[in-house]
């Protein structure tokens, strides 16, 4: 390779942000695409994706497009010339005429062990499952969702205390380290891509609003997982008084003649009954109340039981 690659780097939330400052560190980017900016909050406030901010303090030109394939963004980006496009949870389908844009191609940071967990929320499905291990995957992107040859895998484990929030920020730095690692052997060709095993594949599909809701029918370690797994976001809850209860954390109790599932007790936390396995609530957060202990939470939760 005689010169530098012209590279594009696409990506929204916070776990692409150490990929690009990694690749920012060590190629020319000629710029970054990322989602526009949404409203959030009560005030319904404009706030920015992540990648925007650090793009910005890097002082790249930037792209907010709603939808990549607009003839505006399509424009802009072949006025950029990419001779790569990397690729870290951008938020949507890149369509042939992208993929064929650059001479190398696209390359994907994907938070799984690929061909486990392609889809929208890899880590998410991984605690899910019980998994003990989840990774990174540099991947050359095809047409499909997440079935493009591999580059490159990295192996991390899942502590039985990870949330997801907690899984990613592990995550990321591994990410852009691995990126950094692989890349100079791509570009110099190298570097044979491995097609991945269709048969092994799951998917991790995009949450919806029903994952939120705990059903006490299910076992404890179940309800524990699914806990982790929506943490931060959306989080978890159950209905409580016509209102939702948010639970950030749980552990598994003791269980010894507990009744039905959906039953109410003390165990020094306010604590509910499962189909198996009592489900200890660590940490709460009823309506319009910021998260707190279970403790704290039953001083003020007289009747809890």
């Known amino acids: 390779m005689t010169s530098q690659p012209r590279i594009v780097f696409m990506g929204s939330p916070d776990f692409a942000v150490p990929v690009l400052n990694a690749l920012a560190g060590s190629y020319a980017l000629a710029g970054v695409i990322t989602q526009p900016d949404r409203r959030a909050g009560r005030g319904m406030t404009l706030v920015p994706p992540p990648v925007k901010r650090a793009a910005q303090a890097l002082g790249l030109p930037l792209l907010q497009p709603e939808k990549l394939r607009l003839p505006e963004a399509m424009a802009a980006l072949r006025e950029w010339n990419p001779d790569l496009i990397v690729v870290a949870a951008f938020g949507q389908i890149l369509r042939p005429e992208v993929l064929d844009l650059p001479r190398y191609g696209c390359v994907n940071v994907h938070a799984s062990l690929l061909p486990r967990w392609r889809g929208a929320a890899p880590v998410q499905a991984a605690i899910l ?3 003990a291990q989840t990774g990174i995957t540099i991947m050359k992107m095809d047409a499909g969702v997440d079935t493009g040859p591999l580059l490159g895998q990295r192996i991390l484990p899942i502590g039985p205390q990870d ?26 060709g190298k570097l044979q891509p491995r097609p991945q095993e269709n048969e092994a594949a799951t998917y991790a599909p995009m949450l919806k609003k029903d994952d939120e809701l705990l059903d006490f029918n299910r076992p404890a370690v179940e309800l524990e ?14 209905d409580w008084h016509d209102a939702p209860l948010k639970i950030w954390r749980a552990r598994i109790g003791e269980a010894q003649g507990l009744g039905a599932g959906g039953r109410l007790i003390v165990e020094g936390s306010p604590a509910v009954a499962t189909r198996q396995g009592l489900l200890v609530l660590e940490e709460v957060q009823p309506a319009g109340k910021k998260p707190m202990p279970g403790k704290a939470f039953l001083v003020g939760a007289r009747d809890w039981v």
């Not at 797994?229 to 159950?238: D, K, Q, V, Y």
């Open 225 to 238: 997982r699914r806990i982790r797994a929506l943490n931060p976001s959306p989080g978890a809850f159950f």
């Open 163 to 188: 949330t997801a929030g907690a899984l990613l920020e592990k995550l990321a730095p591994l990410g852009a380290e691995l990126l950094l690692d692989t890349l100079p052997n791509y570009l110099e």
């Open 129 to 131: 499952a019980g998994d």
